[in-house]
């Protein structure tokens, strides 16, 4: 089962903006991300918890198997960049971590086909979300 997930309406419009356009529209590769978007409690901005996974937030993980710990920064399609830690939200781990907060964990599967299950430790807000 999926922990409950928030996200806020900010992101909500941005990222359903982003779907829609024609090169993500036919993306079956998008159907995870779009499906975390119908099951999110939208809030408006003022409403968002400060310990949930937004965009352009830095959260810090714990992969509960291994023990190692991992800090990234869940980015738009066109920000993403490995070597900075910035993964996108249209990967399969971008899209399961919009939306977590501080204790909940989620189980995703690599590309390599193992199941890992990370825990979110922290969450570190942006000081200005953009999706320009």
Do not use: C
């Not at 509960?64 to 490995?82: N, Q």
Request: hydrophobic fraction near 40%; charge should be negative; glycine fraction near 6%.
């Amino acid at each position: 089962m999926k922990p409950e997930i928030i996200v806020s309406a900010q992101d909500m419009d941005s990222l359903e903006g982003l779907l829609a356009a024609p090169a993500a529209r036919s993306r079956s590769d998008l159907n995870e991300l779009r499906h975390e978007l119908e099951r999110a409690d939208v809030r408006e901005a003022g409403e968002m918890p400060t310990d949930v996974i937004t965009m352009n937030s830095r959260a810090r993980f714990l992969e509960e198997t291994t023990g190692k710990e991992y800090e990234l920064t869940l980015a738009f399609p066109r920000d993403a960049s490995a070597d900075a830690g910035r993964v996108s939200v249209f990967s399969p781990a971008g899209s399961a971590l919009l939306g977590l907060s501080v204790g909940q964990s989620i189980d995703w599967t690599s590309l390599d086909g193992r199941t890992i299950r990370l825990k979110v430790l922290a969450v570190e807000q942006p000081s200005a979300v953009s999706a320009d």
